[in-house]
């Protein structure tokens, strides 16, 4: 199987009642691992109570931490998370924590020079710091580049939008972050849905796009095909890490050569199960496991 890096922040996730393992970057990386790869966590917490708790939780759950640094003065990164009635979930993101510093370490670009897959996001790069690292690791990476667009709050901007989807082979992104796109006129506002992640595909030079639409699937757009899939009905828990284990299916599925509706159909599948658990990382069934 391949090493797959999770690439950006870890932290917790803090809703009303409990406090949970998460982090977009982190929770791709466990899924991976539970489907059989090398799924490796490249972030940075701080050295506190919140950080070696995080350290000891992947522990526990088999995903190596050697690829995650310690800030010596920065706090641990922390969500706080609700859930509306429809387990939709919102977030408030805590500013210039650990992973807003994370270093672009002789280790990690080794890492990233023998890594099959990475995945990564916005939220990671928005302290100059960590955007610059990202950019730099991503540069020497030889494998497959997942661009996980996850707008939060207000730690983004059209510039890095453009930066990270013409450094990816895979776009993944919601229906709301497509009407971002097409609002800051990086995706054309007329014509169709396929359409648009075609233009997508076209203007940077991308392999797939993957949109991503809850309750009613996704759709997967490549140059040649469209795969349109209804998705898995599952009662909601709090959704909080489903389109991140998508992520990871749908990676794993692409590793393994599989036709795009199957990577559709998997990717669902597994999403469908998190959004259907509480947390972001349940663990999967050994029948989904399979595939």
């Known amino acids: 199987m391949g090493v797959v890096v999770g690439l950006g922040e870890v932290l917790w996730d803090v809703f009303p009642d409990r406090k949970l393992l998460g982090g977009a970057p982190a929770n791709f990386?466990?899924?991976?691992?539970?489907?059989?790869?090398?799924?490796i966590v490249v972030s940075r917490v701080g050295n506190d109570a919140a950080g070696r708790e995080i350290l000891r939780e992947l522990s526990i759950r088999g995903v190596p931490?050697?690829?995650?640094?310690?800030?010596?003065?920065?706090?641990?990164?922390?969500?706080?998370?609700?859930?509306?009635?429809?387990g939709v979930p919102s977030f408030v993101i805590?500013?210039?924590?650990?992973?807003?510093?994370?270093?672009?370490?002789?280790?990690?670009?080794?890492?990233?020079?023998r890594a099959d897959a990475v995945c990564f996001?916005?939220?990671?790069?928005?302290?100059?710091?960590?955007?610059?690292?990202?950019?730099?690791l991503l540069d020497g990476a030889g494998g497959m580049k997942v661009f996980d667009i996850n707008l939060r709050q207000n730690f983004w901007s059209p510039e890095l939008i453009e930066r990270g989807l013409r450094r990816s082979q895979v776009a993944k992104l919601n229906e709301d972050e497509l009407e971002t796109?097409?609002?800051?006129?990086?995706?054309?506002s007329s014509g169709n849905t396929v359409t648009c992640c075609r233009a997508l595909l076209k203007k940077y030079g991308l392999r797939l796009v993957a949109l991503t639409r809850a309750s009613r699937g996704a759709l997967l757009v490549a140059d040649d095909q469209v795969v349109d899939h209804p998705g898995v009905q599952v009662r909601v828990a709090d959704g909080v890490g489903?389109?991140?284990?998508?992520?990871?299916?749908?990676?794993?599925?692409?590793?393994?050569?599989?036709?795009?509706?199957?990577?559709?159909?998997?990717?669902?599948?597994?999403?469908?199960?998190?959004?259907s658990q509480p947390g972001a990382m349940p663990i999967l069934p050994e029948d989904y496991v399979r595939g």
């Open 29 to 39: 990386a466990f899924h991976a691992k539970q489907l059989g790869h090398e799924g």
């Open 65 to 86: 931490t050697e690829s995650i640094q310690v800030d010596p003065v920065r706090p641990t990164g922390t969500v706080q998370v609700t859930v509306a009635s429809d």
């Open 94 to 113: 805590t500013p210039d924590v650990a992973w807003d510093y994370l270093a672009a370490e002789p280790a990690l670009v080794e890492l990233m020079k």
């Open 121 to 136: 996001g916005t939220l990671a790069q928005r302290s100059p710091t960590s955007r610059s690292t990202i950019e730099t």
């Open 181 to 188: 796109l097409q609002r800051l006129e990086l995706a054309p």
């Open 242 to 275: 489903a389109g991140d284990a998508f992520a990871a299916a749908m990676v794993d599925a692409l590793l393994k050569g599989r036709a795009l509706v199957e990577v559709a159909g998997f990717a669902n599948r597994i999403g469908a199960y998190v959004a």
